[in-house]
């Protein structure tokens, strides 16, 4: 009876982890290795064909290189945009609450949301974004008496195209500058839990010794930040890699496939032919496990757990 | 029994946070203060800014859409009152009914695997830690494909009870871990005190230990409900029919027709979105804690 005790009470999850978690993952392996018609009935075995089919796609190559320069890109800006930003809001200020508070938007508000949102700012014609540039162009033009055009200012903000989603050399930047602002908000917070822990001796050790800002950030801060970084770094990995509502809402990886990703691919496939898609799905898990492989090292989870 | 402290470091953090930054002896602190605000409003304004504009445009009238202008001549609420008697208050009533599902779910799955783990060292119980850990870092969307086919072979696609049992299997993780480290700061000595005093083991449990970590219930009960929410990939790909679809799937689908009703569809966006920030401000503190899963020492 004792014996059956911990099934009772910890059984449940391990079914539920089982059933939806773990199911997914052997059902979209075996399928990956099936033929599969467009409706879902099973054709039979068809060995390696769908990976065959889904490596010779012409575009197969460009979307997984475009995947992992998206994952460099939006994870990499991310950090150093959420280093600088945890440490101004470190500092003491009147209403640093709020301030902090407002940060948290983007991250407790969907993804899709947010999408949507930049996608109408974005609209060639009245998004707000186009107002900026408008108005910009105006302000330059009346206080400086210059063509905005020749400052390269509205260049920075997508050139002169108007419609910026319509094409993939300005789509893919706006793309990134979303996920980096939906990943800012947690990288920060994290970032700010990390500072927290470090103990204020240690700065007024470094003052003694007579460090410069800049030296006792880069020796002490960084160093003791990075088990924080780590960790925050590598979830913003995995959301990034598997970020999908992004890319879907804004463009659907169009142009063509020029702005999608190996998430948005898959999908895509999903319409057409089931077996290929879990051909690439399987692909994708393949890199999630690697990462999740670094995470559980790098997280140290044996002396959590142990 | 490294984990007793997870939370812990929080504690001590919002005390050592005070002091964490290197301050300046030299000159003018206040002209520095003030422009460490500035920048701070200035950015907490930016982060908010594309929530603004979406009530903005939930508040433009219809023939107003298309002007190239900042604000509306005149405000209209229609869409905003008109949402509840409009096509999506069904999708809403579905949003609701897979996060409180959802939530429920993980509720009554996690809070016992999550004491039974703090309270007992069982054969498989680092299996089940790490099963959990793991399951933390997996996302619907990498294996959207496979819960597809596995719905299908149940005859379980565009149902409602597919979405709460896929929304409460992926949220598991965080609540268990959470709950976990909750339950085990809370010392086994107020349990068996209570114990004594002739309450049941059970009767301990819910006096005593489960009051002390409401915080952490709490926690894992709005961040499930937000994740339930906000899920989209799981319920584009299971919930094929319009009354099935979930809020953002509908917003999203509403999206895709020819001319897009904008208002409309950020009144539906307001509804879906400032609540949730406001929920989410509440657990903001303990959310970084478990979603880091104690790495942050």
Redesign the interface.
Same mark, same amino acid.
Do not use: C
């Given at each position: 009876m004792k014996k059956l005790e911990p099934l009772a009470w910890v059984g449940p999850a391990v079914v539920l982890i089982a059933a939806v978690v773990i199911w997914p993952v052997v059902e979209m392996i075996r399928s990956s290795f099936l033929k599969i018609s467009r409706f879902g009935v099973v054709q039979g075995p068809n060995g390696l064909a769908n990976y065959e089919k889904l490596f010779a796609e012409k575009d197969f190559a460009d979307i997984m290189v475009r995947s992992v320069i998206w994952v460099v890109a939006v994870v990499g800006l991310t950090v150093l945009i959420s280093l600088a930003l945890a440490q101004l809001f470190n500092q003491r200020f009147p209403g640093r609450k709020v301030a902090r508070w407002a940060l948290i938007a983007p991250w407790a508000a969907s993804v899709l949301m947010t999408a949507i949102v930049f996608k109408w700012m974005l609209d060639p014609e009245v998004g707000v974004i186009n107002l900026i540039r408008r108005d910009l162009g105006t302000f330059v033009h009346d206080v400086f008496g210059v063509d905005p055009r020749s400052l390269g200012l509205l260049s920075a903000m997508g050139g002169e195209a108007a419609d910026q989603l319509g094409q993939a050399s300005t789509a893919m930047p706006w793309l990134v500058f979303v996920a980096v602002f939906v990943s800012v908000p947690f990288t920060t917070y994290a970032l700010l839990a990390g500072l927290a822990t470090i103990p204020s001796e240690v700065y007024e050790a470094a003052r003694m010794d007579g460090a410069s800002r800049l030296r006792t950030y880069w020796s002490i801060t960084l160093p003791l930040l990075r088990p924080a970084l780590t960790v925050a770094a590598l979830i913003n990995v995995m959301n990034v890699f598997n970020s999908f509502p992004i890319i879907w809402a804004m463009t659907r990886g169009q142009p063509g496939y020029d702005t999608a990703t190996s998430t948005i691919f898959m999908y895509i496939l999903k319409n057409s032919d089931i077996g290929e898609s879990a051909a690439m799905s399987v692909v994708n898990f393949g890199m999630v496990i690697v990462l999740t492989a670094i995470f559980l090292k790098v997280s140290r989870w044996k002396q959590e757990v142990a | 029994m490294?984990?007793t402290t997870?939370h812990a470091?929080?504690h001590?953090?919002?005390h050592?946070?005070?002091?964490? +930054?290197?301050r300046t002896h030299r000159g003018m602190p206040r002209l520095k $203060?003030t422009v460490?605000?500035a920048? +701070?409003?200035l950015?907490?304004?930016f982060?908010?800014f594309?929530?603004l504009?979406?009530v903005l445009?939930s508040l433009r009238p219809q023939d107003e859409?298309?002007?190239? &202008?900042?604000f509306p001549e005149r405000w209209d609420l229609s869409a905003i009152t008109g949402f509840w008697s409009g096509g999506l208050a069904d999708n809403l009533v579905v949003s609701l009914q897979v996060a409180f599902g959802s939530t429920l779910?993980v509720l009554?799955?996690?809070l016992?695997?999550a004491?039974?783990?703090s309270r007992?060292h069982?054969?498989?119980? $680092?299996f089940?830690?790490?099963?959990?850990?793991? $399951?933390q870092?997996?996302?619907p969307?990498?294996?959207? /494909?496979?819960?597809?086919? &596995?719905f299908?072979?149940f005859g379980l696609v565009d149902s409602i009870v597919a979405l709460i049992?896929?929304n409460?299997?992926?949220n598991?993780?965080f609540a268990?871990w959470i709950l976990n480290a909750y339950f085990s700061s809370i010392p086994r000595e107020l349990e068996e005190a209570a114990f004594i005093d002739g309450n049941g083991r059970l009767g301990a449990l819910f006096r005593i230990t489960l009051p002390l970590a409401m915080p952490g219930v709490i926690t894992a009960l709005i961040f499930t409900f937000?994740a339930a929410?906000?899920e989209?990939?799981v319920a584009l790909?299971l919930a094929t029919s319009p009354q099935n679809q979930p809020l953002?799937v509908a917003?999203?689908s509403y999206?895709g027709q020819y001319s897009v009703d904008?208002q409309g569809?950020?009144a539906g #966006?307001v509804i879906?979105?400032i609540p949730?920030?406001i929920?989410?401000?509440l657990i &903001?503190r303990k /959310?970084?804690?478990g979603?880091?899963?104690? #790495?942050?020492?």
């Amino acid at each position: 009876m004792k014996k059956l005790e911990p099934l009772a009470w910890v059984g449940p999850a391990v079914v539920l982890i089982a059933a939806v978690v773990i199911w997914p993952v052997v059902e979209m392996i075996r399928s990956s290795f099936l033929k599969i018609s467009r409706f879902g009935v099973v054709q039979g075995p068809n060995g390696l064909a769908n990976y065959e089919k889904l490596f010779a796609e012409k575009d197969f190559a460009d979307i997984m290189v475009r995947s992992v320069i998206w994952v460099v890109a939006v994870v990499g800006l991310t950090v150093l945009i959420s280093l600088a930003l945890a440490q101004l809001f470190n500092q003491r200020f009147p209403g640093r609450k709020v301030a902090r508070w407002a940060l948290i938007a983007p991250w407790a508000a969907s993804v899709l949301m947010t999408a949507i949102v930049f996608k109408w700012m974005l609209d060639p014609e009245v998004g707000v974004i186009n107002l900026i540039r408008r108005d910009l162009g105006t302000f330059v033009h009346d206080v400086f008496g210059v063509d905005p055009r020749s400052l390269g200012l509205l260049s920075a903000m997508g050139g002169e195209a108007a419609d910026q989603l319509g094409q993939a050399s300005t789509a893919m930047p706006w793309l990134v500058f979303v996920a980096v602002f939906v990943s800012v908000p947690f990288t920060t917070y994290a970032l700010l839990a990390g500072l927290a822990t470090i103990p204020s001796e240690v700065y007024e050790a470094a003052r003694m010794d007579g460090a410069s800002r800049l030296r006792t950030y880069w020796s002490i801060t960084l160093p003791l930040l990075r088990p924080a970084l780590t960790v925050a770094a590598l979830i913003n990995v995995m959301n990034v890699f598997n970020s999908f509502p992004i890319i879907w809402a804004m463009t659907r990886g169009q142009p063509g496939y020029d702005t999608a990703t190996s998430t948005i691919f898959m999908y895509i496939l999903k319409n057409s032919d089931i077996g290929e898609s879990a051909a690439m799905s399987v692909v994708n898990f393949g890199m999630v496990i690697v990462l999740t492989a670094i995470f559980l090292k790098v997280s140290r989870w044996k002396q959590e757990v142990a | 029994m490294a984990h007793t402290t997870q939370h812990a470091p929080q504690h001590t953090a919002q005390h050592a946070g005070h002091h964490a +930054a290197p301050r300046t002896h030299r000159g003018m602190p206040r002209l520095k $203060t003030t422009v460490t605000a500035a920048a +701070a409003y200035l950015i907490g304004l930016f982060f908010l800014f594309p929530y603004l504009v979406m009530v903005l445009i939930s508040l433009r009238p219809q023939d107003e859409l298309r002007k190239a &202008e900042w604000f509306p001549e005149r405000w209209d609420l229609s869409a905003i009152t008109g949402f509840w008697s409009g096509g999506l208050a069904d999708n809403l009533v579905v949003s609701l009914q897979v996060a409180f599902g959802s939530t429920l779910l993980v509720l009554l799955v996690a809070l016992p695997a999550a004491y039974y783990t703090s309270r007992h060292h069982f054969r498989g119980r $680092t299996f089940f830690l790490l099963l959990v850990l793991i $399951t933390q870092m997996f996302q619907p969307t990498a294996m959207v /494909v496979g819960i597809y086919r &596995e719905f299908y072979q149940f005859g379980l696609v565009d149902s409602i009870v597919a979405l709460i049992l896929v929304n409460g299997g992926f949220n598991l993780a965080f609540a268990v871990w959470i709950l976990n480290a909750y339950f085990s700061s809370i010392p086994r000595e107020l349990e068996e005190a209570a114990f004594i005093d002739g309450n049941g083991r059970l009767g301990a449990l819910f006096r005593i230990t489960l009051p002390l970590a409401m915080p952490g219930v709490i926690t894992a009960l709005i961040f499930t409900f937000i994740a339930a929410w906000n899920e989209f990939v799981v319920a584009l790909t299971l919930a094929t029919s319009p009354q099935n679809q979930p809020l953002p799937v509908a917003l999203h689908s509403y999206m895709g027709q020819y001319s897009v009703d904008w208002q409309g569809l950020f009144a539906g #966006s307001v509804i879906a979105t400032i609540p949730v920030i406001i929920l989410f401000a509440l657990i &903001e503190r303990k /959310v970084v804690g478990g979603l880091t899963a104690g #790495s942050i020492k």
